[in-house]
């Protein structure tokens, strides 16, 4: 029954009436059912409601809604719907018909054997479109494809192929009852029964099959071939369904609901507002919108208005387009003189949820479907059309304002014939309205249910711009808050009428009202209720209007408005007020007045009140009108009227000129009278002639002052560009593992930017002059100029191809990191599905395609950067970049502070500010004259787009300037002085000088058609002029490149100098300095930027189309750029000249001045007396928000001292009183105009000659004005709209532009939000997008829906967003960002290691050679012959005292001296690429490592286990506890008690293991303070072996290093060594591998392991340990050549497994390798190995060493201090020379300086402690210290050798005797080491007299009798160092010192420590 009642038989509809009326009886249990002939025959007027009908009484509904919302506020509908038909039955619009169970349908089952899976037939083959979009389908004659939808597959849409004759028409009728269909995946023919068809594709329905339910779309094939879902499939079933099978001229409201015909199913492809997009029959009537969600009505462009066309042109356009299933309007609506158009109940949802629930409120009434389901209370049963058009019931309750509004339905074609319509319901709109009265008026959706309108509706437009704002929507808790009002708070309907009452009054009569305004003001007006409400304590509400008052007070608010606004009340419906308007404006006579806005209200005794306004003023109607279509869709308006002539009377008005005379035959006249000759090109007047010729070959001068062409990143741009690096960075860290920085080691990019050829060229130009190519080695010098172009890609059809390559290349080379910069990217940002659909615009959803595919989502190495000035399109609650992930432009006041810069940006603000300045000649200016004749045209031409009258003005205004200023002056008054000052500059200009230089003038007009005309028209009448070699007119339309004539390229090339003969201007830069207009087209203004000689700026067509943010914005950006430091300081001083200032400079200028206003100005008064038009001066004003208080005076000494220096110049005399006259005369000299510019001159007179060199307005130096070069802001002219929206910071009455709509692709998210304040930064901005605008269907990023909990959309990790006024320098700044980020990769790939040579060597006698060269071990018995080398040959250690052998003795003092009287200087790093064997720290990510790392999930820390490890050490004399954290993965290390809870030991290998694959000893790694930098991931340098490594930390350090190492095994250190050093680390981990070697040989003895068999060596290493190298000496290749090094990384494994295989290992006490230096030698070489000191990286056997011990109190010198010591005991310590290990210069952590702070804090700023100062005499008054006692006492010896050992310094044949110990008392003393154990081996003493002696906590092998061995000097220094002061006393004692040492009371010293902190004490004392 797919046909519609149109010419049907009552039968067919009886039948169904009758069916319907039995199941329902069958089904309803309580009421009996509305009889059959009564539902369809008898009285309509009555209410179907008091029928029998089963809905209850409107008022128990009503206390019943009421009761609801007065409970929570907000509207609950549990108990109507379930949860499941809200959410899933829109899809299906049968099932939610009511909320009856549905019939079960029972399918059969599949034959035996056949595929049932969804989305396949039953042959197994895949239907679903997704896998046959790029299949080529062959499908017999006369049958389509169309598109089922399966209810298991929501999101796919199977492909089947039908006979169209079973399918409806465009009219939804005709379709042949029935079916026939083929299966297109096993090719099966002929179904005859649509149910058999739907079980073999297997739609598994559970409901009856019909075709007209399951067939959803056509399927279209699209320009690229892929078959995508095309416009829905018109069924209209006969019965309650809407026939909104619109004709040809009807644009339906696709996002209302999913309209039927075929073009416009899917208009514009937006798809449907509704939470199920696919119903194709859900009445748009009563589509239940989600306001805060999905659309966002007012700005909806697609809500179904009779648009403001005439009916003819959209007719045409449709029936041309309908073909292609194509809406050329995208979703507008209006309708043939015959069609009645229905604005149906519109109710709109709080919340996406409860939209089902909405439809249950409506109540709508109608016949009852066929065949499934009968009535029920509060079912949606959608309304029934205009085929039964009963009213709805609208309900009585206040509260309910929150709920319904009206919103327009898609009218139809006819009236199909409906039962009577009550007369109160339905507005007969008059014939020829619009032709008669010339008004199209707007009918503003205000509260209420609108009528339905019949007749010639095609002359109204439906808009609803404030429904929204009387629609209160439900918000949060804290948004609430955050608006300063209460839950309960709503506004009742008259309160809203007066509002919108007096909003209506105040708007005067230029404005029209604006969303957003009326929204602050619904907003002010609930703060204010909540306020009052506050102020009388009461819950309840205030006392409201009664609606018997609301006639009166709406009348008494009216009447001040002078008559602009009228009330009318009626009782009935507003159809009534509605007619009453309409009759009054078609019967009007043309001298009668109309008001501008009249408001209808119906005070309704049933209904309450509602109300709506009629527009009928002549611009605010026009302009509502025109605001309601998108810029593509207006500029389609004008091509179509530009094609279909019905602009020739227009045309033709202008044919003649303002005097009446006949335009082209007065340009003829010229011409002949000029004959052959032209205007002379430049250096000469407007009435000079030359030949053709002639002017063809003039040459000009050529010009010095242009800029240098040479590229320049400026600090702003660095500082961006940085922002931008530590952006990435901050991704790289985040531990998402999304971005692994350390994994690249090149980058690479591509910028894809708009559809703009100038843009392709401006990008390309800037990425040759910047040399980032071959910066970042993608290119060679001498190719880089030609490949550039590969790195710009354009977004249009070939994108594609071209995406691809780079998507390959980005697979192809996974260790490159790519950029993807996206510059513009606010520009066309539609999603690719939306894009598919609509075929008129080509760029439609390419940049999604691009920027969103999955594999820009997925691969790892590609950055996104989004460039844009607008990019408010990106900030939604959709967007795909997270917040923290935009980088803002610095703030620009921050800028004015920067003294280098030599010139600031000049943007937005500063333009609005500028109107502050009060200047005569302001730089936004507004051309009321040219307003006013545009009105007048307007008037006269109502069916014509405002901006098709407004160019043909335009042109005819440049036309007659041009006109009168060369022949006919007689028109200069009938041009308005703005566009005769603009002309006359444009042209007179290059005529001053001999470089024939001038000014640009863009005139913006959008539609490309205008421009060509424009173009046309403009070239014409300047070549009859004879002005074509003066000045040049381009089009600059994006899609061509700039086209100049060639006599103006030459005078480019003249004045650029050393071009090549080919050269041509590209970008608009490239005509710097040509006199031109330029006619500049496009939908959008791309980005390009414009030269400097851009001096105006004419976007009088932009109006009130223009009514968002980003598109007004954007247009004035045309003219922001960068300004003379000097102009914008000198704005301040214009605006303080005192009246008596003015008077006194105007009269002494004028004697001077006289002869130049002759030459200059226009000769004629018009425009001397308005003071619009501008001289250079005035321009040069600008803005200086932080006006210098000292510049109240005219001419403080600083302004007096430029002007001097200019005046100095120009060989003006100086004298400071003329100085501030003299100067002024220079700068009026400057400008064209002369007389109008008293006020601003001065300001000029800070441009001092020193300013940046740029070009200034004056193309000559006119009475010499060579030194003031001055680049100024360009003079923009504005229509009044924009002008009233940018300038409006001065009333404040107005919203400024910023408070709009931020872009048409998205919508406010509620009506009620924050203001949006004038002073918000960037960032401030973006949130508060990101919290109240959405994006519309359309939007790219509508398809990534916010997230419930956090509210936003999922963000895309490696994706940026760069935003930054217009033409601030954005590209620039990320050209930089590419090269600084290729830097850091590379410096990531690289480390500092230290790169020193070795200290204290000795080569003049080497060692003896006790082992040949090549040998990979030292051989034992050998080696154990080798002298111990006691020097410490470290260059870390070269500020250290020196190590006391015989050989120093002989060394001259002298010698020593120099070398160690350096200051300590900044030790010497190299930095060297990393190598695969490298340790790394936290911020290395990659694949392999990954486990190792493990930072997988949060749980991690419950993963490893605590274990306390107790052990008693000798020394320390007590118990030990450590403790043990082993993560679970290394468990297997370690051995645990039976029970597994206690830890027993820590297993170690066998000496005769032999493993490849394993390293035995155990690292261990102390770290403290570098838990991100400590290099402590040995994955790599182990090879991925399995090995044990123990990170030995602090107890405060432990949760730190456990968060960033989860998977290390830590050794935590007790807490009473939280403060210690260096030596207590390694002490610890000595003991306990003793105490577990002792442990484990323990236990494998039970084994049967014998105990020497246990390996014995453990690795202690650094956490700067970075890279090991292998060296080898190669051959000498001559004689006189030394032998080179070769060396090699090699893995740490290596070097361990080459060590640990050490014939006789365990012989060998502690084995290293030596430091690693650029400067290694083969002679340091020749020896491989070396018995000397080890350091930083050694293998220490603890078996050997274990009664040699680390001293644990140490912070220096530990390791010098432990080898003497185990030298001394004669153990061996092998170097092995030929491995070398690098270590890393980490600025942070490891052993640095405590700071040394006052214990008790006096005062903060305190002078730095002194080293001398970290001791004291015991018990003074001396300012203790918060550190260690023995890290005070080290430091203090390292820097008082003087003051303890003064015989000592640099007396290295006398050392000081230190037993015991090795402590740093300063780098002039020498320190010789004498061990007092028996047995020990010492350095030979013999004959030394020692300077000094240091006894450092010496123990009882200390005796008198080992101290009378030595021999002092005389006067030699004693120094006793003890733990307390009795135990300094009894060692005095012990040692008989008394007997040869002389002490004195005061030589007593401690640290300055408090008693608590356990102070040090020592005593010094001299030798007598």
């Known amino acids: 029954m797919g046909n519609s009642y149109a010419g049907q038989l009552k039968s067919a509809r009886f039948e169904e009436a009758l069916h319907n009326s039995i199941e329902a009886s069958l089904r309803c249990s309580s009421v009996v059912p509305r009889p059959i002939f009564s539902q369809l025959y008898l009285d309509p007027d009555q209410h179907p409601f008091s029928s029998a009908d089963v809905k209850p009484k409107v008022e128990d509904l009503d206390k019943d809604l009421v009761q609801r919302c007065t409970q929570n506020g907000s509207l609950d509908f549990s108990n109507t719907l379930t949860v499941n038909e809200m959410e899933d039955d829109e899809d299906d619009e049968e099932m939610s018909d009511s909320n009856s169970p549905p019939i079960p349908y029972s399918q059969k089952p599949a034959p035996e054997g056949s595929c049932t899976t969804d989305g396949f037939c039953q042959a197994g083959k895949d239907l679903r479109l997704v896998s046959l979009c790029m299949e080529q389908i062959d499908i017999p004659a006369g049958f389509l494809l169309v598109g089922a939808k399966s209810p298991n597959l929501p999101e796919h849409i199977l492909v089947c192929a039908v006979d169209k004759r079973f399918l409806p028409d465009d009219h939804g009728k005709n379709a042949l009852l029935g079916f026939s269909g083929n299966c297109i ?89 509704f939470i199920q997009t696919d119903s194709p029959i859900l009445s748009p009537a009563n589509s239940a919108i989600n306001l805060s969600g999905a659309q966002d009505l007012t700005r909806n462009k697609n809500v179904v208005k009779p648009l403001a066309l005439s009916l003819q042109v959209v007719g045409k356009t ?197 969303r957003e305004e009326f929204e602050q003001i619904m907003l002010k007006a609930m703060q204010e209720f909540t306020l009052r409400e506050r102020a009388l304590q009461m819950g309840t509400q205030c006392t409201p209007v ?16 002078q008559d602009l606004v009228h009330v009318i009340v009626t009782q009935n419906s507003l159809a009534e007020g509605i007619s009453e308007t309409l009759r009054t404006l078609s019967e009007m006579r043309h001298y009668q007045r109309l ?21 009928l003023g002549q611009h605010q109607s026009r302009a509502l009108a025109e605001s309601m279509l998108t810029t593509s869709e207006f500029l389609k308006e004008i091509s179509y009227e530009l094609i279909t002539g019905k602009v020739s009377f227009l045309a033709s008005h202008f044919k003649t000129t303002s005097l009446g005379d006949d335009l082209d035959k007065l340009l003829e006249k010229m011409q002949q009278r000029r004959g052959d000759s032209v205007v002379t090109p430049f250096n000469g007047d407007l009435n000079e002639y030359v030949s053709p010729q002639e002017a063809a070959a003039m040459i000009p001068t050529q010009n010095l002052d242009l800029d240098d062409e040479t590229f320049q990143i400026y600090q702003p741009q660095l500082t961006v560009a940085r922002k931008l690096l530590s952006q990435v960075c901050a991704i790289a860290d985040s531990g998402s593992q999304s971005l692994d920085l350390g994994h690249f080691s090149k980058v690479d990019f591509i910028i894809i930017v708009p559809r703009s050829e100038v843009l392709v060229q401006q990008t390309l130009q800037r990425i040759r002059q910047s040399g980032v190519l071959v910066d970042l080695g993608l290119e060679e010098n001498g190719t880089a100029y030609q490949r550039a172009e590969k790195y710009v890609v354009r977004l249009d059809s070939e994108i594609q191809t071209k995406f691809d390559v780079f998507m390959r290349r980005v697979k192809q080379n996974p260790y490159t990191l790519f950029v993807l ?246 970008t608009y830069q490239d005509l710097e300095g040509l006199p031109c207009i330029v006619i500049l087209t496009g939908k959008d203004p791309l980005g390009e930027t414009f030269p400097r000689s851009l001096k105006y700026c004419d976007l009088r067509l932009i109006d009130s189309s223009y009514l968002t943010r980003t598109a007004l914005e954007q247009e004035v950006g045309l003219a922001c750029c960068y300004v003379s430091k000097e102009v914008i300081r000198g704005s301040t001083v214009a605006l303080d000249l005192s009246g008596k200032e003015q008077e006194r400079a105007t009269v002494s200028e004028n004697d001077s001045d006289e002869l130049l206003i002759d030459l200059e100005r226009p000769q004629s008064n018009s425009s001397a007396v308005t003071g619009t038009s501008g001289s250079i001066m005035e321009n040069g004003v600008s803005s200086s928000s932080t006006a210098d208080k000292s510049q109240k005076q005219p001419l403080t000494p600083s302004f007096q001292s430029s002007a001097n220096s200019v005046g100095l110049d120009e060989g003006v005399s100086a004298d400071t009183a003329g100085a501030g006259e003299t100067l002024k005369q220079e700068c ?161 790939l690289e480390v500092d290691v230290y790169d020193e040579g070795e200290i204290n060597t000795d080569h003049s006698e080497s060692n003896e050679m006790s082992q040949s060269e090549g040998e990979p071990w030292p051989d034992i018995e050998s080696f154990s012959k080798m002298p111990f080398d006691i020097s410490v040959h470290d260059p870390k250690y070269r500020l250290m005292s020196l190590v006391y052998t015989e050989k120093l003795a002989g060394v001259k003092q002298e010698a020593m001296k120099e070398s160690k009287a350096e200051d300590p200087r900044k030790r010497e790093t190299v930095s060297i690429m990393l190598t695969k064997y490298a340790a790394y720290n936290t911020f290395h990510h990659c694949e392999q490592c990954h486990q190792y790392m493990d930072f997988t999930s949060a749980s991690q820390m419950s993963d490893s286990t605590l274990h306390a490890f107790t052990f008693s050490s000798s020394v320390l004399g007590e118990e030990v506890q450590l403790y043990f954290i082993i993560p679970k993965s290394k468990e297997s290390h370690f051995v645990f008690s039976k029970q597994g809870k206690h830890l027993e030991s820590m297993r170690l290998p066998l000496v005769s293991d032999k493993n490849l694959n394993v390293v035995k000893s155990p690292i261990f790694t102390p770290s403290s303070g570098r838990h991100e930098h400590g290099l402590l991931n040995l994955f790599h340098a182990m090879e991925g072996i399995s090995h044990l490594h123990l990170l030995v930390v602090k107890e405060y350090e432990m949760p730190l290093y456990r968060k960033y190492w989860p998977n290390h095994i830590m050794l935590v250190l007790p807490g009473m060594f939280n403060n210690a050093g260096v030596g207590a680390a390694r002490f610890l981990i000595k003991e306990l591998s003793y105490h577990n070697l002792e442990l484990e040989r323990n236990r494998l003895e039970e084994l049967g392991v014998k105990r020497q068999c246990v390996w014995p060596f453990i690795v202690v290493m650094d956490d700067s340990c970075v890279l090991w190298n292998i060296h080898s000496v190669q051959e000498q290749t001559s004689q006189t050549m030394e032998a080179g090094v070769s060396s090699k990384n090699v893995s740490l494994k290596s070097v361990l497994q080459h060590i640990e295989a050490t014939p006789k290992i365990i012989h060998y006490a502690i084995l290293g390798i030596q430091k690693w230096s650029s400067k290694l030698t083969s002679q340091s070489l020749k020896a491989p190995f070396s018995r000397c000191h080890v350091h930083d990286f050694i293998l220490l056997n603890i078996d050997l060493t274990q009664n040699v011990q680390y001293d644990f109190n140490r912070y220096f010198c530990e390791d010098v201090d432990f080898n003497l010591r185990t030298n001394s005991s004669g153990l061996l310590i092998c170097r092995f020379n030929n491995f070398s290990l690098m270590k890393k210069h980490v600025q942070i952590g490891g052993q640095r300086d405590f700071i040394i702070k006052p214990k008790i804090m006096v005062s903060e700023s305190l002078a730095p402690i002194l080293p001398l100062q970290y001791v004291c005499a015991p018990d003074s008054e001396h300012t203790l210290l918060a550190a260690p006692a023995q890290f005070l006492l080290e430091k203090f010896l390292q820097h008082a050798s003087y003051k303890l050992f003064p015989k000592a310094i640099r007396n290295f044949k006398s050392p000081v005797l230190a037993i015991d110990c090795y402590l740093n008392i300063g780098p002039e003393v020498a320190i010789c080491y004498i061990s007092s154990r028996p047995h020990s081996s010492n350095v030979n003493c013999e004959g030394v007299f020692f300077s000094g002696l240091l006894l450092y906590l010496c123990d009882s092998f200390v005796g008198a009798d080992l101290l009378k061995k030595f021999k002092f000097l005389k006067g030699a220094t004693l120094c006793v160092i003890c733990q307390d002061r009795s135990s300094l006393r009894q060692t005095i004692v012990r040692l008989e010192l008394e007997d040869e040492w002389q002490f004195r009371l005061r030589d007593e010293f401690q640290t300055a420590n408090s008693s608590d902190d356990k102070p040090l004490y020592f005593l010094t004392g001299r030798h007598v």
């Not at 399951?214 to 079933?237: A, D, F, N």
């Not at 309007?329 to 009645?340: L, R, V, Y």
């Not at 709406?554 to 009447?559: D, E, F, P, T, V």
């Not at 010139?903 to 603000?909: M, P, Q, R, S």
């Open 318 to 514: 449709f029936a041309a387009d309908a073909s292609n299933g194509n809406s050329s309007h995208g979703g507008k609506s209006s309708a043939s003189s015959s069609t009645p158009a229905r604005p149906g109940n519109y109710s709109l949802s709080p919340r996406p949820s409860y939209a089902s629930g909405d439809q249950a409120t409506m109540f709508i009434s109608g016949p009852p479907k066929k065949r499934h389901r009968g009535w029920y209370p509060g079912s949606p049963v959608p309304q029934p059309g205009l085929v039964v058009p009963v009213p709805t019931v609208r309900p009585l309750s206040r509260t309910e304002s929150l709920l319904s509004a009206p919103v327009p339905q898609t009218p139809l074609t006819g009236i199909l014939q409906p039962r009577p319509i009550p007369a109160g319901e339905t507005v007969i709109v008059p014939e020829n309205l619009l032709s008669n009265s010339g008004i199209r008026p707007v009918i503003l959706i205000g509260y209420g249910t609108l009528p339905y309108f019949y007749g010639n509706v095609g002359d109204i437009v439906v808009s609803p711009l404030l429904v929204n704002c009387y629609k209160i929507p439900q918000l949060e808790n804290k948004d609430l808050e955050q608006l300063g009002l209460t839950g309960s708070q709503l506004l009742s309907v008259e309160n809203m009428i007066l509002l919108t009452i007096q909003y209506l009054v105040r708007l005067g009569p230029d404005q029209i009202p604006l």
């Open 821 to 1066: 910069v996206h510059d513009n990217c606010h520009v066309e940002l539609t999603s690719v599905i939306s894009g598919s659909l609509s075929h008129g615009e080509p760029s439609h959803g390419l940049a999604d395609r691009v920027i969103n595919c999955r594999e820009v989502l997925d691969a790892f190495n590609l950055l996104v950067l989004q460039v844009s000035s607008f990019p408010y399109t990106l900030q939604t609650q959709q967007s795909r970049i997270s917040s923290s992930n935009e980088v803002h432009w610095i703030q620009l006041d921050s800028m004015e502070d920067m003294s280098c810069e030599e010139k600031l940006y000049f943007g937005l603000n500063e333009y609005s500010k500028s109107l502050q300045w009060g200047i005569t000649s302001p730089l936004l200016r507004c051309d009321e004259t040219f307003e006013k004749m545009v009105n007048t045209l307007l008037e006269r031409y109502p069916r014509l787009h405002s901006m098709v009258v407004r160019c043909y003005l335009l042109i005819q205004q440049y036309s007659e300037a041009l006109m009168a200023l060369t022949t006919m002056a007689s028109l200069r008054d009938h041009s308005t002085p703005e566009t005769l000052s603009i002309m006359d500059d444009l042209i007179s200009s290059p005529g001053k000088t001999k470089s024939g230089r001038g000014h640009m003038l863009i005139i913006r007009v959008p539609s490309v058609q205008l421009a060509m005309l424009a173009k046309e028209r403009l070239q014409e009448v300047r070549d009859k002029l004879g002005l074509q070699y003066r000045f040049e007119i381009i089009l600059g339309n994006p899609a061509s490149e700039v086209s100049v004539a060639t006599h103006f390229v030459a005078r480019l090339k003249t004045w650029r100098g050393n071009e090549p003969e080919e050269w041509i201007p590209r």
């Open 1228 to 1388: 009026d000299s400057l400008g064209p105009q002369m007389a109008s510019s008293t006020t601003s001159k001065p300001s000029s007179s800070s441009c001092s000659s020193s300013g940046p060199r740029a070009l200034l307005w004056p193309s000559g130096p006119v009475q010499g004005c060579r030194g003031l070069h001055a680049a100024l802001p360009p003079i923009v002219i504005l229509s009044k709209a924009a002008y009233s929206l940018l300038g409006s910071q001065r009333g404040g009455k107005l919203p400024s532009s910023s408070s709009l709509l931020p872009h048409a692709d998205v919508a406010w998210a509620s009506s009620l939000r924050p203001l949006l304040h004038k002073d918000m930064s960037s960032e401030e901005q973006s949130l508060y997008y990101r919290q109240w605008t959405s994006a519309r269907q359309h939007h790219a990023d509508y398809s990534n829906p916010p997230d419930p909990a956090s509210g936003a959309g999922a963000c895309h990790p490696r994706r940026l967003l760069l935003t930054g006024p217009p033409q601030v320098g954005k590209t620039g700044s990320y050209l930089q960002f590419l090269r600084i980020l290729f830097r850091m990769l590379i410096r990531l």
């Open 546 to 561: 009664s609606p018997g008052q609301l006639p009166w007070l709406a009348r008494l608010i009216a009447s001040v408005s």
């Open 595 to 615: 008001p501008d806005y009249v408001v209808a209200i119906c005070a309704s005794k049933i209904r309450g009140n509602e109300f709506c306004v009629v527009v």
């Open 185 to 273: 995946g096993c090719g099966e023919r002929g179904f005859r029964y649509f149910t058999e068809f739907s079980n073999h594709i297997n739609l598994k329905l559970t409901t009856q099959p019909k075709k007209q339910k399951h067939l959803k779309y056509y399927l279209v094939r699209s320009s690229q071939g892929v078959l995508s879902k095309g416009p829905l499939i018109c069924w209209k079933e006969c019965r309650s369904r809407q026939s909104s099978a619109t004709c040809h001229s009807i644009k339906p409201n696709s996002s209302v609901s999913s309209t039927v015909t075929p073009e416009n199913g899917t208009t514009n492809g937006y798809k449907s507002g």
